[in-house]
């Protein structure tokens, strides 16, 4: 038999269900001190994104913003070694 540890608290946002409701059980899979560190990168790539997802007319283009901010989540996160 598997035993698996699970967190009796966490207040991490990923652990909110459709409703934002607190799951009963956090799930196995988290790690609150990982999600912590990747919050830290969100600023940095929201500007970046932001910088860098502009249409010709100068209009955000939501697609484009959505890639490259992911784009560079995924970079970031593993500079800093989370990956």
């Not at 940095?44 to 249409?55: F, G, I, M, T, V």
Request: hydrophobic share 30%; glycine share 4%.
């Amino acid at each position: 038999m598997k035993i698996v540890q699970v967190l009796a608290y966490c207040s991490c946002p990923e652990i909110k269900d459709k409703n934002g409701d607190e799951y009963s059980r956090i799930p196995q899979w988290h790690n609150c001190d990982y999600i912590r560190k990747r919050n830290r990168l969100i600023k940095e790539a929201e500007a970046y994104a932001l910088d860098n997802s502009k249409k010709p007319n100068g209009k955000m283009d939501g697609y484009k913003f959505t890639q490259v901010f992911s784009t560079k989540m995924d970079q970031l996160a593993k500079e800093a070694k989370l990956v």
